[in-house]
């Protein structure tokens, strides 16, 4: 990449929670480059809700040039990695001085904002003329997805079918059996134990079987299965042995990337021990942005702050106004939980932590 500004290059890969918060934060110490294959941040979580209400969308995509001032963007995938450099799909090689993985889970949605709400509106659409929708996968998306379509559309049929024995199963089975009679009290129908092959469908399809012989009939319906990692583009390269079962990559106490010095990877990516959470991901971007900067000033290495993981805290959104929350001593479900997320789904305080107007657009 053409010449330097500063001594010291970072270079972040992944422009969700995680890398979005750090780089901004180090924008004015370092060299700054940011690798995402969109040109705007999206909240990952609202993205539901913005299907359903098109509006929302405007405060939870941001362009990444808002919150960027003073930092370079490149859009494009990172596909490589060299000792010292970055290959990108788009053919370029970046060097970097100190490099942070922050590639979560890979995006499929289009490269502007002004694309990606027209999506929105699209799926809007769908939504609104369609009589009956299916939701297939019953953990934090198809709940959430169920939950405002219920509240919003409530004479729909809205059928879930999750493979597990119990909905959400990443929170505690008190927590899920709330959010199964929230659902049912809502007219939404709940299948658990039993599968629909994604795989074998198409976008017109209107009848389906799942693996128990069960018929659903549906106008529309939503893909809510887990997303891989993003760490496919790292199994043949120097980070190869770093890369585990999960596709996690493994990091130390440090959040570097285990046997390297310059190498950190936060947010979902990262296999420290502890639920996956954005709220979780900036943590680790606030640590480690505070590491490189000691490093960048000649720090010591013993200076380096360790990171603690989290205790399980989750918060699933059920329609407008409730939620269910698994805290770490006890699990909740209504309003109270709802008060917290549902409304504006960390929005305002997202936003904000970009250095951005909660309520502006
Ligand atoms: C339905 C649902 C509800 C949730 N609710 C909450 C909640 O209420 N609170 C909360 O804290 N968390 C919530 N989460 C979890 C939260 O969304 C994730 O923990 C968070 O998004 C992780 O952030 P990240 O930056 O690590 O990764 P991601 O958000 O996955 O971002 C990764 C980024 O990297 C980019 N990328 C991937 N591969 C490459 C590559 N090779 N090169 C360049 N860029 C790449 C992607 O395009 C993307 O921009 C929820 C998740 C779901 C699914």
């Known amino acids: 990449m053409e010449g330097s500004r500063r001594s010291t290059r970072v270079v972040v890969i992944g422009g969700g929670p995680a890398g979005s918060l750090i780089a901004r934060t180090l924008q004015f110490v370092a060299d700054v480059v940011l690798i995402d294959p969109k040109e705007y941040f999206e909240v990952p979580w609202a993205a539901l809700r913005c299907a359903v209400e098109p509006k929302f969308a405007e405060r939870s995509l941001i362009n990444h040039k808002e919150y960027l001032t003073n930092a370079r963007l490149v859009t494009s995938t990172a596909v490589d990695l060299t000792e010292r450099e970055i290959i990108t799909a788009n053919g370029r090689w970046i060097s970097y001085d100190y490099l942070v993985i922050a590639t979560g889970h890979p995006t499929s949605v289009p490269l502007t904002r002004t694309e990606r709400l027209k999506q929105f509106k699209e799926a809007h659409e769908q939504m609104k003329s369609a009589n009956s929708v299916l939701i297939i996968g019953g953990g934090p998306t198809g709940v959430e997805l169920a939950g405002e379509i219920a509240s919003d559309f409530p004479a729909k049929q809205v059928t879930l079918v999750h493979k597990g024995l119990r909905l959400v199963e990443f929170i505690g089975s008190k927590a899920s059996a709330k959010t199964f009679s929230w659902l049912t009290s809502k007219n939404v129908k709940v299948l658990l134990n039993q599968e629909i092959t994604v795989d074998q469908l198409n976008s017109k399809q209107t009848e389906f079987v799942t693996t128990e012989g069960t018929k659903v009939q549906a106008d529309c ?141």
């Open 221 to 361: 319906w939503f893909n809510c299965t887990g997303k891989e990692l993003g760490s496919s583009w790292l199994r043949e390269g120097i980070l190869k042995d770093r890369v585990n079962k999960q596709g996690q990559v493994m990091v130390d106490e440090h959040l570097r990337v285990l046997g390297t010095k310059t190498i950190f990877a936060i947010g979902d990516i990262n296999d420290t021990a502890e639920s996956k959470q954005g709220y979780i991901a900036q943590k680790h971007a606030i640590l480690t942005a505070k590491n490189i900067k000691l490093l960048i000033k000649g720090g010591k290495e013993s200076h380096l702050s360790s990171y603690k993981p989290a205790s399980t805290m989750a918060i699933v959104s059920l329609g407008r106004k409730e939620a269910v929350a698994q805290l770490p001593f006890f699990t909740a479900i209504g309003h109270i939980p709802g008060m917290l997320k549902s409304k504006d789904l960390f929005i305002g305080k997202t936003r904000r932590e970009l250095g951005l107007d909660p309520d502006g657009i």
